[in-house]
């Protein structure tokens, strides 16, 4: 039984990547995607996924936190490298209104630009949002049937859900879902289908339970897997060959 860390930040981890890749290998998780979120990261996270390729893989864009950093230079860089076979996605890509590190409008400007480049490039992307519901929906409807994805680290309400589900993209699920407020959260988890979605640690954040309270690893995505199993109602076997399939399927540059 092996795992795929969808969402994970190499860069901001306190082991090397090499370790990391040990540890989360002697867990059973086998591959993951490390994540691209501004300029100054996009060349660690590219180098690293060379490096340790083909269980390595990473994305390339700008985080809206960084939204205010984007420009026209930044997004040919990111075109220019996508074709690269580590690259599998664009991203972290998205809207957040709860912290306002950029503004609003840097933050859309970003968003719509990167979702343009993944439907040229016919990419997929990973898309962050937070207290931004409305505005992620009508963007994304923009480019309904152009681009598909992965809304990472879903956190939102049930209803998001079923928006993204119905513009066709897929959801993941971090540690989050195992918290012990996260009630809405896990109901929404049973309401996802199965062929439709991921689990991920987005370390080195939201260490799932049993682990809470330490800095996040790939390694710990089995512990969210446990609980997504059992509100699925399925065997850890099974949602591990469906989520690795679903992986497949939406990340196609992944070699298995």
């Not at 860069?11 to 090397?16: A, G, I, K």
């Not at 590190?101 to 990419?123: C, G, T, W, Y």
């Not at 513009?167 to 049973?190: M, Q």
């Not at 995505?221 to 679903?246: R, Y």
Request: charged content about 25%; proline content about 5%.
């Amino acid at each position: 039984m092996t795992w795929i860390d969808v969402h994970a930040h190499l860069d901001m981890l306190e082991e090397s990547p090499a370790e990391t890749l040990k540890r989360a290998q002697a867990a059973g998780v086998q591959k993951l995607i490390t994540i691209g979120t501004e300029p100054s990261d996009h060349e660690f996270v590219l180098k690293t996924a060379k490096q340790f390729y083909p269980d390595v893989y990473c994305t390339l864009g700008v985080h809206p936190h960084q939204g205010i950093q984007w420009q026209e230079s930044v997004g040919q860089w990111i075109e220019d490298h996508l074709s690269e076979k580590e690259v599998v996605a664009v991203g972290e890509i998205g809207l957040d209104y709860y912290y306002n590190q950029s503004p609003v409008e840097n933050q859309r400007e970003a968003f719509r630009r990167q979702l343009d480049i993944a439907k040229r490039h016919k990419m997929p992307v990973q898309i962050h949002t937070r207290e931004a519901e409305q505005d992620t929906i009508e963007i994304l409807r923009e480019f309904r049937g152009e681009v598909t994805g992965l809304i990472h680290c879903f956190t939102s309400s049930a209803d998001l859900a079923k928006e993204c589900l119905d513009l066709g993209y897929n959801i993941s699920f971090s540690g989050v879902v195992t918290f012990k407020n996260a009630e809405s959260l896990r109901e929404t988890c049973k309401m996802v289908p199965l062929d439709r979605m991921h689990v991920e640690t987005d370390a080195p954040f939201l260490a799932p339970v049993p682990q809470r309270g330490k800095k996040n690893t790939p390694a710990f995505v089995v512990h969210t897997a446990a609980l997504v199993a059992q509100l699925k109602e399925i065997s850890l076997e099974q949602l591990a060959e469906q989520t690795n399939e679903n992986a497949r399927q939406l990340f196609p540059k992944i070699v298995w």
